[in-house]
């Protein structure tokens, strides 16, 4: 099962992280609300675990709009919010459990085994389609009605996150983020060798998708215009 511990106190996310995955349990991790909206968004999660107060974003909102795209994982709020008042608020946004800190950690532990046996109502689609490319995000093959080839892990995950996103700017940092994981160290330089990489591939099987730079921003994902 893949979780996603969306948590601004960074210790004691690494430490649910921790024995989330002595359970077993793959994670991704988050430290922001609005890198978490993202994460959130552009991957398929069994359980997600929300804390309320974050920075730029706090949970009400990333929750109110992960329900907004019709996205059913299971969301445990965690917050030192106990009021009655601020439990229902928390419910009534889409929340399917709701736990108040300090809590030990085998209770969320529970909890997060509880929601698990819940049946599953989520389908995932493996394939993204986006104006005449085709990506396999299983086999990491991405095509057009040209020509099709295989891309390295990174270019794949790289790919899939404009794909998801197409023509939004996409920052750096998140980038290297969700690529490389929010704890890796990578030089600026690798980012840029693998947006060269992916413009050749798309270029070469004829795509009419093309990756646009935005000045000490980011990229772009964008349709090429009379492609």
Same mark, same amino acid.
């Given at each position: 099962m893949r979780l996603l511990v969306i948590e601004d106190n960074k210790d004691l996310c690494d430490s649910i992280c921790f024995h989330l995955k002595n359970?077993? %349990? +793959?994670?991704? /991790?988050? %430290? +922001?609300?609005? /890198?978490?909206?993202?994460?959130?968004?552009?991957?398929t999660y069994d359980i997600i675990i929300l804390d309320r107060m974050l920075p730029v974003m706090d949970g009400l909102t990333i929750l109110k709009e992960i329900r907004k795209h019709s996205i059913n994982v299971p969301v445990i709020l965690v917050t030192a919010m106990?009021?009655?008042?601020?439990?229902?608020?928390g419910l009534d946004a889409g929340a399917d459990d709701y736990l108040v800190k300090p809590f030990a950690v085998n209770e969320l532990l529970a909890r997060v085994r509880a929601l698990a046996r819940r049946p599953s109502t989520i389908m995932v689609s493996n394939t993204l389609t986006l104006a005449n490319l085709t990506l396999d995000t299983t086999t990491k093959c991405i095509s057009t009605p040209y020509k099709s080839m295989n891309l390295a892990k990174r270019e794949s995950d790289l790919l899939e996150c404009f794909m998801r996103n197409s023509n939004r700017i996409l920052p750096r940092e998140l980038l290297l983020s969700r690529v490389w994981g929010p704890d890796h160290f990578v030089?600026?330089?690798?980012?840029?060798?693998?947006?060269?990489?992916?413009?050749?591939?798309?270029?070469?099987?004829g795509a009419k998708l093309t990756l646009k730079t935005i000045h000490t921003v980011g990229y772009q994902l964008i349709e090429q215009t009379g492609a």
């Open positions: 359970e077993g %349990y +793959t994670t991704d /991790t988050c %430290y +922001t609300g609005e /890198t978490a909206l993202f994460y959130a968004l552009q991957n106990s009021d009655i008042n601020d439990r229902i608020d030089e600026d330089g690798n980012l840029d060798n693998y947006i060269c990489f992916l413009r050749r591939h798309l270029k070469n099987i």
